[in-house]
């Protein structure tokens, strides 16, 4: 007989290493998604992903004007590069993106980690980062559990029902 | 999913084990729904039901951002009351659809 029955996973742990909006939003959705559907969830951020949980940066993220191919003008032309060169221009497209986002009711990054710590999810830093962009725990969201090393992240994600997600 | 049977009332449940028809909510029916998942209904759980309610009613889209802002209950004590589905649970029991937000 054929075995049916569902194995529902038990624990996600997520690595976020880009700090762009759609990287670091892409990571807390599913990380918040993950909370509120009852699993467990562990989220690593590294490299440039730190901006993601630093309050200087978290809640004024930007998305690349230059070299994104799916970057378009509203109304849908596509944007061209050389505009995105323009200081500023990164700046206003990043702001508006974000306004649309918090029409929407997507939370602000800083929201969105007290979202995810409220339902037990629970938010890493990167060491080797961390000491790398001279940071201290002190620059980092108050929803930063730890500073931990990889090492001990994958101590966090033991269990056969678990996946580790590189966004 | 099988039928609810309530005081000799048939209550109709969908695949997930959400009510087929909102109109068919009473408070008892809330209350077997979360026995079968192992949850006693409290007047606090009663209050974020009535507000998933009345906002479904009213046509509003929820999201558990929406009812933590709401004032009725915070989203920590969303997760302690509906563990393990702060959304998905609370709105089987208020007897409205399952919800289709990611956030």
Known sequence: MKDTEKKPLQKVCLICAKGTIEDVYATLVMANGAVMEGIETKVFFTFFGLDGITKKFMNHLHTGVVGNPAMRMPGGLPFPTLLGTIPGVESGVSAMMRSQMGKLDIPSVSEFLEMITAGGGEIFACKLAVDMFKLKKEDLSDEVKDIITIGQFYELADGDRTQIIFT | ?103
């Open chain 2, 1 to 103: 999913m099988e039928d609810l049977t309530i005081n000799g009332q048939v209550v109709k449940l969908n695949d997930d084990g959400y009510l087929v028809d909102a109109s068919q909510w009473t408070k008892d029916v809330a209350k077997l729904l979360a026995e079968r998942d192992d949850i006693e209904l409290t007047e606090e759980h009663f209050k974020v039901l009535e507000y998933l309610r009345d906002k479904y009613n009213s046509g509003e889209a929820l999201s558990i951002r929406k009812v933590g802002n709401s004032g009725v209950v915070d989203i920590k004590g969303l997760y302690r009351l509906f563990p393990g589905g702060p959304l998905k649970l609370s709105s089987k029991y208020a007897g409205i659809c399952k919800p289709t937000s990611c956030v």
